[in-house]
């Protein structure tokens, strides 16, 4: 398994993802599958939880894959769904500056 260094890192299975990437800043009514979880969570209320800076939450790059699924947010983590599991052939690193 791979495990970020940082919080501004991402591993990410390549095969599971649907391209292209896009990348965006947060809206209303995003959720986010927080890796080990099952069920979406609303973005809003994870980053309050998280205790993310206010001021940061709406300038914070949103990763997405072509069908609009969150994949990587920096400072939060990878989505369960394009989560690195033992099958992983190709590995996808995020690693913002």
Do not use: Q
């Amino acid at each position: 398994v791979y495990v970020s260094r940082n919080s501004n890192e991402g591993f990410l299975d390549l095969d599971k993802i649907k391209w292209p990437i896009k990348v965006r800043t947060r809206r209303e009514k995003d959720v986010f599958r927080v890796m080990g979880k099952s069920e979406p969570r609303k973005l809003k209320k994870l980053l309050i939880d998280r205790k993310t800076d206010a001021a940061l939450r709406n300038s914070l790059p949103l990763f997405l894959a072509d069908d609009g699924e969150i994949l990587f947010i920096p400072g939060i983590g990878v989505s369960e769904i394009a989560k690195i599991e033992e099958k992983t052939v190709t590995i996808l690193h995020f690693s913002i500056i």
